[in-house]
């Protein structure tokens, strides 16, 4: 468990570079308008979403080298993409530099979302699985943080202190990218794409997994051919699998239909949908509003400047805080009791600050209300949208299934993150809260009606499933 854990938690320090390239633009997003005049459809191309529309490419297209090269090539692609974001962004002359850098840093944040989630699912033995994978999230929740208090301290240093806020994310790029040299391959995809049954079956060994031979079998459903059934079937009675027969059959009926099969067959449209969904509601709950525009948000609501940093840290506490739980509970209660009680906590918290800003209620009211929001969000989505995600797709398919969830949640980031500029100045905030809490509401209604617990599975026993 050792040495699963030090691998999980070195590729998750990808979600920290996440968290902090996401949340750092907040403090300097004004300083950056103002020094270069820019309108407010100007400030949310090139400056707010340009890394959103690096993410969107990214999450659509990270499937590619994930299958080809491997999940460690791509996570190591993905820590040079970090350290040239960070520096280039940092030293810009003008807004088309700076889109062009941060649009290359959001490329590595799309691919991020596809890459560290697929390799820790499959490293990790179902009972801790939820627990490993949602160490992304920990860590994209801990960067967030970091990247608020980085702000906090480094405001008011110089007129570039937003160079300041930007360029210090190479410094933890290059340490993860040390890092991540020293982790080994999935052992899923050496098999699949390799056919390195061997490696595979040391890399299992030393995380500590039970029933190595029936594992390694599971894994090779996807490409057996019927020549091979012969030796499959001895290896599943040879750990006195149940319904022998059955699994075989199992076996045949999947190597036929992959033969023939895309991620957009029809066999499935159920575990789309569930990722399609997950994603939209995600971003329609305001959360990427909130983590790039909390400083004007409370501004909004009377707080003073330096006032609305402090508070803005306070988010990434309460974020961290309430992910923490969330690490804690997912495997226990469940990823659809998390959803449940996030939705609730979503819909109460921004209907008050609806409420507040319709009202002209104090700013306390308001930042009180956006710190349950962010704990909402941080026990409930935030904990479980990328486990899973990475759970509702068999194997040969499954960064595939991840880069359209992920590419769901970055399009619908970046379009929020472009035209809140523009909403802002056409409508009040209170009609802005109004309209995510609604979309919160629908949200509790799929996952009520629609989502499946996914708790305590093996990968390939909730792809058989729901093929």
């Not at 062009?100 to 990790?124: D, Q, T």
């Not at 990823?335 to 996030?342: D, P």
């Not at 104090?362 to 990475?390: D, E, N």
């Amino acid at each position: 468990m050792s040495k699963l854990l030090l691998w999980s938690v070195t590729v998750a320090v990808a979600g920290f570079l996440f968290g902090f390239d996401t949340a750092v633009i907040s403090g300097a997003e004004q300083k950056i308008q103002n020094l270069w005049q820019l309108t407010p459809f100007e400030h949310g191309t090139f400056i707010v979403s340009s890394a959103l529309w690096g993410t969107v490419l990214g999450a659509l297209t990270g499937s590619i080298p994930c299958d080809r090269l491997g999940r460690k090539t791509t996570l190591i692609v993905i820590g040079i993409l970090y350290a040239v974001s960070a520096l280039g962004s940092a030293i810009a002359t003008d807004e088309y530099m700076f889109a062009l850098l941060r649009f290359i840093g959001g490329v590595g944040v799309g691919i991020s979302s596809i890459a560290v989630p697929a390799y820790i699912s499959e490293v990790a033995p179902a009972k801790h699985r939820g627990r490993l994978v949602a160490l992304y999230q920990f860590q994209i929740v801990f960067g967030i943080l970091i990247a608020f208090v980085s702000n906090y301290f480094i405001s008011g240093f110089a007129d570039w202190d937003w160079r300041l806020m930007l360029g210090i994310e190479t410094l933890p790029a290059v340490v993860y990218l040390l890092m991540v040299l020293k982790v080994p391959e999935s052992p899923r995809w050496l098999i699949l794409h390799k056919d390195d049954v061997q490696t595979s079956r040391k890399i299992l060994l030393e995380i500590g997994e039970e029933n190595i031979d029936q594992v390694i079998a599971e894994i090779k459903e996807s490409k057996t051919s019927p020549a091979d059934i012969a030796q499959t079937k001895k290896v599943l009675e040879s750990v006195e699998q149940h319904n022998v027969e059955h699994e075989v059959q199992d076996i045949i009926e999947e190597k036929q239909e992959n033969a023939h099969s895309s991620l957009f067959s029809k066999k499935y449209s159920f575990p789309i949908m569930l990722a399609f969904l997950l994603a939209f509601f995600n971003q329609l709950s305001g959360i990427n509003f909130i983590l790039y525009y909390a400083p004007r948000v409370f501004e909004m609501a009377g707080l003073d400047a330096s006032a609305s940093l402090l508070s803005s840290t306070g988010i990434g506490l309460t974020n961290l805080i309430f992910t923490m739980a969330g690490l804690y509970l997912i495997d226990m209660a469940g990823r659809k009791t998390l959803m449940l009680i996030g939705s609730v906590g979503y819909i109460i918290s921004l209907g008050i600050v609806a409420w507040a800003f319709a009202g002209g209620h104090g700013g306390a009211i308001v930042v009180a209300a956006i710190f349950a929001f962010i704990a909402s969000h941080a026990i409930g989505q935030g904990a479980v949208i990328w486990v899973f995600i990475a759970e509702i797709f068999p194997n040969s398919v499954r960064a595939k299934g991840q880069a359209l969830g992920s590419g769901t949640h970055w399009v619908f980031a970046a379009l929020i993150s472009l035209l809140m500029p523009i909403a802002l100045s056409a409508f009040s905030a209170s009609s802005i809260f109004v309209f995510f809490a609604g979309m919160m509401v629908l949200q509790l209604v799929y996952v009520l009606f629609l989502m499946p617990e996914t708790k305590g599975r093996s990968l390939e026993d909730i792809a058989h499933e729901y093929k």
